[in-house]
């Protein structure tokens, strides 16, 4: 007989260009791959994407459109079970539309009888309290619950969920794996290439204004360096990026910017060829750590300071306080000091991929019983 085969629906933030939530979905599906082949069971992701199309022929697996009822309904009836995430999928902070969609699909495949997973999330801000009874009320129901950090975990406690009932693990792409031999070329023996992740965050640009300064002071101090744009979320950020390359002057020549990037394995590749990184995006980060790249975090959301909270570190800068030549300094001191940092690290970046794997060897043996 052949493997029992088990078809899961993931629903997150799919199909929207965005590198750090595709690498989020290219993680679980990895992770599922390999707890189902280790516990001989053959998983089936159904992915609910803003882009079937593009999903499907990315990751070779079955996708319905994220917000047509029709598809999405047929989505959750086929399956046999529903993951809602990772990533910061309940959080009113950019919409409050966010929170009733995930939910919604959540009640929904609990209507169907599917046994529903939170994989991984990171919870809030939840602004709006009239939100913590509907997400009580779903994630009372749910089979499992994880959440990548314990602020998270904590958030959830406030809504009257059982914390013995709430498992704090990693986010998922601490376990995406680099793809074979591939990679970006990296910097040549007498250069050494600093990644940059940047968003816009303030209306006034003022935390971008500050980022340029800070690069310009480190290209001035060390004629080896390199800025390397990494745009993260399509096409805003190559925009944002931009924004920054056109406030460095003279030294022009020693930046440049890798436009286009979508696969997230492709994205790591770039990351893991940096000497230092330094990122506004919670998942330039995450990459980099996973490949004990140095990195500088600059906090627009309290996802980022939970992040490097985990490796004992702090952000350099925030958007609503940004000190310049602070930053250039603590740069220019990981740059000098990556072998030291990497060693510092080594053991808690171990740890945290290690732990990456436990939802999915989780719900893989849900279906095992």
């Given at each position: 007989?052949?493997?029992?085969?088990?078809?899961?629906?993931?629903?997150?933030?799919?199909?929207?260009?965005?590198?750090?939530?595709?690498?989020?979905?290219?993680?679980?599906?990895?992770?599922?791959?390999?707890?189902?082949r280790e516990q001989g069971i053959r998983i089936e992701?159904?992915?609910?994407?803003?882009?079937?199309?593009?999903?499907?022929?990315?990751?070779?697996?079955?996708?319905?459109?994220?917000?047509?009822?029709?598809?999405?309904?047929?989505?959750?009836?086929?399956?046999?079970?529903?993951?809602?995430?990772?990533?910061?999928l309940l959080q009113d902070a950019t919409s409050s539309?966010?929170?009733?969609?995930?939910?919604?699909?959540?009640?929904?495949?609990?209507?169907?009888?599917?046994?529903?997973?939170?994989?991984?999330?990171?919870?809030?801000?939840?602004?709006?309290?009239?939100?913590?009874?509907?997400?009580?009320?779903?994630?009372?129901?749910?089979?499992?619950?994880?959440?990548?950090?314990?602020?998270?975990?904590?958030?959830?406690?406030?809504?009257?969920?059982?914390?013995?009932?709430?498992?704090?693990?990693?986010?998922?792409?601490?376990?995406?794996?680099?793809?074979?031999?591939?990679?970006?070329?990296?910097?040549?023996?007498?250069?050494?290439?600093?990644?940059?992740?940047?968003?816009?965050?303030?209306?006034?640009?003022?935390?971008?204004?500050?980022?340029?300064?800070?690069?310009?002071?480190?290209?001035?101090?060390?004629?080896?360096?390199?800025?390397?744009?990494?745009?993260?979320?399509?096409?805003?950020?190559?925009?944002?990026?931009?924004?920054?390359?056109?406030?460095?002057?003279?030294?022009?020549?020693?930046?440049?910017?890798?436009?286009?990037?979508?696969?997230?394995?492709?994205?790591?590749?770039?990351?893991?060829?940096?000497?230092?990184?330094?990122?506004?995006?919670?998942?330039?980060?995450?990459?980099?750590?996973?490949?004990?790249?140095?990195?500088?975090?600059?906090?627009?959301?309290?996802?980022?300071?939970?992040?490097?909270?985990?490796?004992?570190?702090?952000?350099?800068?925030?958007?609503?306080?940004?000190?310049?030549?602070?930053?250039?300094?603590?740069?220019?001191?990981?740059?000098?000091?990556?072998?030291?940092?990497?060693?510092?690290?080594?053991?808690?970046?171990?740890?945290?991929?290690?732990?990456?794997?436990?939802?999915?060897?989780?719900?893989?043996?849900?279906?095992?019983?």
């Amino acid at each position: 007989m052949g493997a029992k085969v088990v078809k899961i629906a993931l629903s997150g933030y799919y199909g929207f260009d965005n590198s750090g939530d595709e690498a989020v979905l290219q993680s679980i599906l990895f992770a599922l791959e390999e707890q189902g082949r280790e516990q001989g069971i053959r998983i089936e992701p159904i992915v609910l994407s803003a882009n079937p199309e593009k999903t499907s022929a990315m990751y070779g697996v079955q996708s319905y459109h994220r917000m047509r009822p029709g598809p999405l309904l047929s989505a959750l009836r086929e399956a046999d079970g529903l993951i809602s995430g990772g990533g910061s999928l309940l959080q009113d902070a950019t919409s409050s539309k966010t929170i009733p969609y995930y939910l919604a699909v959540l009640k929904i495949a609990q209507w169907l009888g599917k046994p529903t997973f939170i994989y991984s999330q990171g919870i809030g801000p939840v602004n709006r309290r009239m939100f913590d009874g509907w997400i009580r009320g779903v994630f009372k129901r749910c089979a499992y619950i994880s959440v990548r950090d314990t602020e998270s975990a904590e958030l959830l406690g406030t809504m009257r969920l059982p914390r013995e009932r709430i498992a704090v693990v990693p986010d998922p792409v601490m376990g995406l794996p680099l793809r074979g031999e591939a990679g970006a070329s990296g910097s040549a023996e007498d250069a050494r290439t600093v990644g940059v992740s940047v968003r816009f965050w303030n209306e006034d640009r003022s935390e971008l204004e500050a980022l340029s300064r800070s690069l310009a002071k480190l290209l001035a101090a060390d004629s080896s360096v390199r800025l390397r744009f990494l745009p993260f979320h399509l096409p805003s950020d190559e925009v944002a990026s931009q924004f920054v390359i056109d406030r460095l002057g003279d030294h022009g020549s020693r930046v440049d910017m890798v436009p286009g990037i979508v696969h997230p394995q492709d994205m790591l590749a770039q990351v893991a060829a940096c000497d230092l990184l330094i990122g506004m995006r919670l998942h330039s980060l995450i990459y980099a750590a996973s490949q004990y790249v140095p990195m500088v975090g600059i906090s627009y959301d309290p996802k980022i300071d939970q992040f490097l909270h985990r490796l004992g570190m702090k952000a350099a800068a925030s958007t609503s306080r940004f000190d310049a030549d602070a930053l250039a300094q603590e740069a220019a001191a990981l740059l000098d000091g990556r072998e030291a940092w990497a060693a510092s690290k080594r053991a808690a970046i171990e740890e945290l991929k290690a732990q990456a794997q436990f939802p999915a060897k989780s719900i893989v043996s849900f279906f095992n019983k």
